[in-house]
Antibody, heavy 122, light 111 residues
């Protein structure tokens, strides 16, 4: 069973760029059997799908965030990352990383991290 | 505003059956059999309880069942238990431009 753990800066200033990382254990990020993704949840609100990446590097993003988001894989460190540019207060949220076996190929996630809070404030 | 519409809250008594709804627009629930449901307890990560409209992951109680009709998906919880009190989110694939949409979530209270 995969285990995922998010990490990030905690607090960033408006207009800055934030990078969040998801460390994977119990499996290899290079394993083509899985896909990986990010979902966020503003405080007290619902879930928002951010994007997905396959071991090939192919990535797909929420169109409302696409111009500011990049998801990438770092095979040397067995992790994947989320880069979010030009952050605003609206980006304040709990950010979850998640994964799923590619055999399902159903755009859902069954392994989740516990989330990392990103706050945007000056 | 979420792409999928869920009632903000529902409640039920222990032992009851309860159904949560999730209504989409054209191009998501109606078009694809890729509806999922997640259960989220306070302070925890979401847990996948239904995928592919009506399939349960291993280990999920058979008290949870899913279905869809037209542009509305439903999650039915039978034999309601105290631990079922949580937020429930529906999700659907919505095509190669939008990809994935979530509902705003339903807070289930077990009375």
């Amino acid at each position: 069973q995969l285990q995922l753990q998010e990490s990030g800066p905690g607090l960033v200033k408006p207009s800055e760029t934030s990078s969040l990382t998801c460390s994977v254990s119990g499996g290899s990020i290079s394993d083509t059997d899985y896909y990986w993704g990010w979902i966020r949840q503003p405080p007290g609100k619902g879930l928002e799908w951010i994007g997905i990446i396959y071991s090939s590097g192919a990535a797909y993003y929420n169109p409302s965030l696409k111009s500011r988001v990049t998801i990438s894989i770092d095979t040397s460190k067995n992790r994947f990352s989320l880069r979010l540019n030009s952050v605003t207060a609206a980006d304040t949220a709990l950010y979850f990383c998640a994964s799923r076996k590619i055999e399902y190929f159903d755009w859902t996630y069954d392994s989740w991290g516990r989330g990392t809070l990103l706050s945007v404030s000056s | 505003q979420s792409a999928l519409t869920q009632p903000a809250s529902v409640s039920g008594s222990p032992g009851q059956s309860i159904t949560l709804s999730c209504t989409g627009a054209s191009g998501d629930i109606e078009t694809y059999n890729l509806v999922s449901w997640y259960q989220q307890h306070p302070g925890e990560a979401p847990k996948l309880i239904i995928f592919g409209v009506n399939k349960r992951p291993s280990g999920v109680s058979d008290r949870f069942s899913g279905s869809k009709s037209g542009n509305t998906a439903s999650l039915t919880i039978s034999g309601l238990q105290a631990d079922d009190e949580a937020d429930y989110y529906c999700s659907s694939y919505a095509g190669r431009t939008t990809f994935v949409v979530f509902g705003g979530g339903t807070k289930l209270t077990v009375l």
